[in-house]
Each structure stands twice: as structure tokens, then as C-alpha cells.
């Protein structure tokens, strides 16, 4: 069965600090994957899609950076990070093979001070 | 982008009522799911469901593709229901899901 895994968990971050959020995926081969943001009681907000490695489509202007650099890795990143980019980060991915359902991982919660 | 409205924004109900849920959708859709987000933060998916009507024990959902909306009913309603309750759908345009802002449900004992 698929599975979709994310770390760190839980991070505290001073800013101006470099960020790197993980994600990779089990089970599955050549996936959409998604990066997610979601500040404390609102709505999810794409940052970043791919379709393939090396593929990354930004959906908002940020500070942040994602790469995929194998099929079922994909890394959210930053080079400083800035109050503004506290939130819960999700990682999804969609196999387009299963119906397209979109699932999702964990989520790492980052505190940026 | 598509835009997702879902309404109420917020529900509080009693042990044992029922509710409904709604989503609407701005332009046409090729998916739409339904999660529920739980206290931890954890996403499950409750329904895919582009077009038509499904069921899983308490919970059912209908989308009425043409007119651009989604319903999700909750029967019989425990405190275990409690937490955010998401729409997303993707476009025709493939790869982008949008979401809705939510509805936060709280059930009371």
C-alpha cells in the first residue's frame, strides 16, 4: 500500500535560520506531489506542485524553494526564513492511476521566533 | 484560479443531530474531495467525489456537477466528528487542487 511520510514533525526556528521540510512517498511511482501551507485556523495554501522530477511549478512568491530530486522525494526549503513563514506544512500526493484522490502526510509544524 | 466557497464557517451542534455541509465551486471541476482535518492537524479523506452520490456509514455526500456545488451530511453526530471539514477541488486545467476555507464543526456531549 501507498504511504506518504514527512519530517520533521515539530520545529523551532529563529529567523533568518535555513529551513529544509522533507517528504517522500512509498509505494508508488512517478506521483504528483504537493506542498501545503496552512496558518493557524484558515484554509490550505498551494506553494508548489510537481509532476516529475525535477518539475517544480510555484504557485506564490516567496521565500521558499522546492525540489524533487528522485520520483517520491520532494523538499521544501528555505535560505532565511521570516516570521511570516510559520505555519503547518503539508505534503500530498496524487496517483492518477487510483481515481485521482489526493492524500496526504503528517504535517510539520514550524515556529519561526 | 477556481474559487471555493463553503458554508457555514462554523457549526456547533449537540451529540446526535444531523448537519449538512456545503461546498460551492466557481467554475467545472474534474475532482472533488472532501477531508476532515482532525485536532492533530491529520487530513483524512472522507469522499472523492466528482459527480453523483456516496455514502460511508454516517456520512454521505452528493455533487451536483452542473450546478457547481457539494453537500456532505453528517448523521447521528459525535464528539468524535468535531474538527475542520474541507472541500478541494481540481480544475480542468489538471494538477492544481484548490480548497475551501472550511467549516469548523464542534459537537458537544
Known amino acids: 500500500s501507498q504511504t506518504i511520510h514527512q519530517w520533521p514533525a515539530t520545529l523551532v526556528q529563529p529567523v533568518g535560520s535555513p529551513l529544509s521540510l522533507e517528504c517522500t512517498v512509498e509505494g508508488t511511482s512517478n506521483p504528483n506531489l504537493y506542498w501545503y501551507r496552512q496558518a493557524a485556523g484558515r484554509g490550505l495554501q498551494l506553494l508548489f506542485y510537481?509532476?516529475?522530477?525535477?518539475?517544480i511549478s510555484s504557485e506564490v512568491p516567496q521565500n521558499l524553494s522546492a525540489s524533487r530530486p528522485q520520483d517520491r522525494q520532494f523538499i521544501l526549503s528555505s535560505k532565511k526564513l521570516l516570521l511570516s513563514d510559520s505555519g503547518f506544512y503539508l505534503c500530498?500526493?496524487?496517483?492518477?492511476?487510483?481515481?485521482?484522490?489526493?492524500?496526504f502526510g503528517e504535517g510539520s509544524r514550524l515556529t519561526v521566533l | 484560479g477556481i474559487q471555493v466557497e463553503q458554508s457555514p464557517p462554523d457549526l456547533i451542534l449537540q451529540e446526535g443531530a444531523n448537519s449538512t455541509l456545503r461546498c460551492n465551486f466557481s467554475?467545472?471541476?474534474?475532482?472533488l474531495q472532501w477531508f476532515h482535518q482532525n485536532p492533530w492537524g491529520q487530513l483524512i479523506n472522507l469522499f472523492y467525489?466528482?459527480?453523483g452520490t456516496k455514502q460511508n456509514g454516517r456520512l454521505s455526500a452528493t455533487t451536483v456537477a452542473t450546478e457547481r456545488y457539494s453537500l456532505l451530511y453528517i448523521s447521528s453526530s459525535q464528539t468524535t466528528d468535531s474538527g475542520v471539514y474541507f472541500c478541494?477541488?481540481?480544475?480542468?486545467?489538471?494538477?492544481?487542487?484548490?480548497f475551501g476555507s472550511g467549516t469548523k464543526l464542534n459537537v458537544k456531549p
Open positions: 467525489i466528482p459527480s
Open positions: 510537481s509532476v516529475g522530477i525535477g518539475q
Open positions: 467554475d467545472s471541476v474534474n475532482n
Open positions: 500530498a500526493w496524487l496517483d492518477r492511476g487510483k481515481a485521482g484522490e489526493l492524500f
Open positions: 478541494a477541488v481540481e480544475g480542468y486545467n489538471f494538477n492544481k487542487f484548490y
